[in-house]
């Protein structure tokens, strides 16, 4: 069952006028939120995320974070999977296809859920490979807009080559991966570039930097450059629905000695256990 415009339907029942922005231009914001045994995993701070991205395309915010938190909870409950990713989507609204801002319009929302598949153990054991590319996707990274045909461009790019992402880069620093963020370990030092309008601020992301302040893991927020990241020790990627991925191989080459290293291991164990005490209600979410 998805939600869509104040109703709970089957998606095949789904329907979006043509004229919707989100069709025609992709003007609009998405997010989503991992859910752990029926209970969203970090919920206020994917809700202040996507409250960020609206504000940054000035579509009001159609829902107040009450009403947010009582649909998510009936789109959960009306889902079968005890484990889920739940996908939230706003466009600006129908209107006549006009570059400018339509006045008087309603935005849509659209909410669905699918299982949630992490990575499996032999992946965490193993490890994943990676290739590069150059970021040439728009200024505004740090908008989670619907508009991501460079992200797939790039993402594609991984597919082909058979690996789990492709690593970017620009003007000679490290910015994401095509649908993730990505730490990297130089001198026992984890490091993870700035939040700013290169990168999305990934809430799997805070968490690591959150775990390694608590676990006194050495660690820094900085640019990070090219020859930084094909020199490292360890690399790994991080987002919602792969929680913490070691990188073994990049661009066909090993990373560090080609098998998951000890600050990888030290964050897995940390992020698992934070994950648990979450869904038992004894952390923040």
């Known amino acids: 069952m998805i939600y869509l415009n104040g109703k709970f339907l089957p998606i095949e029942q789904a329907m979006v006028p043509v004229l919707d922005r989100g069709f025609i231009f992709g003007d609009g914001v998405y997010e989503l939120i991992p859910v752990y045994s029926r209970k969203p995993f970090r919920l206020n701070e994917h809700l202040s995320r996507l409250q960020y991205s609206l504000d940054n395309i000035r579509i009001q915010n159609p829902h107040t974070e009450k009403q947010w938190v009582d649909l998510i909870a009936r789109v959960i409950e009306l889902n079968e999977y005890d484990d889920q990713y739940l996908y939230l989507h706003i466009t600006r609204g129908v209107a006549k296809r006009d570059h400018a801002f339509p006045h008087g319009i309603t935005p849509t929302v ?65 910015t994401e991966g095509a649908a993730s963020n990505i730490f990297i370990v130089r001198g026992n030092q984890l490091l993870t570039p700035p939040k700013d309008h290169r990168i999305l ?85």
Request: charged share 20%.
């Open 110 to 174: 659209f909410m669905m859920s699918s299982p949630l598949l992490t990575p499996p153990e032999e992946l965490l054991v193993s490890g994943a490979s990676a290739v590069t590319a150059s970021d040439n996707r728009w200024g505004r990274c740090d908008i989670k807009t619907i508009s991501l045909l460079p992200n797939i461009l790039l993402r594609q790019l991984s597919v082909d080559e058979h690996a789990m992402e492709t690593i970017l880069l620009r003007d000679g620093l490290l």
């Open 201 to 285: 601020p990934g809430t799997t992301y805070d968490v690591v930097l959150e775990l390694a302040v608590t676990h006194d893991i050495p660690h820094a927020i900085r640019d990070v450059s090219e020859t930084e990241l094909r020199t490292a020790q360890e690399v790994m990627l991080t987002s919602s629905t792969k929680e913490i991925l070691p990188i073994t191989q990049l661009d066909g080459q090993p990373v560090g000695n080609g098998v998951p290293g000890p600050i990888f291991q030290q964050l897995n164990r940390h992020y698992q256990a934070y994950k648990q005490a979450v869904m038992r209600g004894h952390a923040s979410r």
